[in-house]
């Protein structure tokens, strides 16, 4: 079967930094990716991994470990406008995307 | 800017009255796929085009139909909708089912 899990909710202060975790297993993998989703929007692409290790672009970074099934994506120096829900999306067989449910990131001042 | 197009933003439709959502795209890529989110759920493939060739998932019911005319344009139609059929759609492109993939900025369907 197909499954992704990540944390339904999470809270952080403005400033601070902030890790949300990706488990997943599908039948196939051709990339990880994190979208950022606001409210009533469609998904906006932050992130995608292939191989192992860390890939950083400016105040986000993602992170993937192929043999764990495990991705988390880290949000630095947060800011208010990073309130928003952050999908973790597997591309399975047929270039097809495998969402998990979003984690709701709430930063608070 | 090359992008994926999709109309109308909203749109609000009748309980059993058909109902059509567009996409086009100039990044002239071979794939489209629409997906279907309802709220606080994770988005869901409903079926894809491969150049001509049309992909259905198995859980997609008989209702989601999808023609496409050419490479550009790719329409969603719900033939009967049910107020179960209330989500955003998200029309997205790729070249070849890789990675590079573009996401419009979705229709979200309202059903009285």
């Known amino acids: 079967g197909q499954n992704i899990d990540q944390p339904t909710e999470m809270t952080a202060t403005e400033g601070a930094i902030v890790q949300i975790n990706c488990t997943y297993q599908?039948?196939?993998?051709?990339?990880l990716f994190w979208y950022q989703q606001h409210a009533g929007e469609a998904p906006t692409f932050l992130s995608y991994?292939?191989?192992?290790g860390l890939e950083e672009k400016g105040r986000f970074s993602s992170f993937l470990s192929r043999s764990k099934g495990y991705s988390y994506l880290l949000l630095k120096e947060l800011q208010m406008k990073d309130s928003a829900s952050y999908l973790c999306a597997v591309m399975g067989e047929g270039g097809k995307l495998i969402f998990g449910q979003g984690t709701e990131l709430s930063v608070k001042p | 800017d090359a992008m994926v197009i999709q109309n109308p933003r909203y749109q609000v439709t009748q309980f059993g009255k058909p109902v059509t959502l567009s996409c086009s795209q100039t990044l002239n890529h071979n794939v489209m796929y629409w997906y279907q989110q309802k709220s606080s759920q994770a988005p869901k493939l409903l079926f894809h085009?491969?150049?001509?060739?049309?992909?259905n998932e198995a859980d997609t019911p008989d209702n989601f139909q999808s023609r496409r005319p050419n490479t550009s344009f790719c329409f969603l139609d719900i033939r009967s909708p049910g107020l179960g059929d209330a989500a955003m759609y998200l029309c997205?492109?790729?070249?070849?089912?890789?990675?590079?993939?573009?996401f419009g900025s979705g229709t979200r369907l309202t059903v009285v």
């Open positions: 991994n292939v191989l192992d």
């Open positions: 599908t039948s196939g993998f051709n990339g």
């Open positions: 997205a492109t790729s070249r070849d089912r890789g990675p590079g993939y573009t």
């Open positions: 085009y491969y150049d001509k060739d049309f992909n």
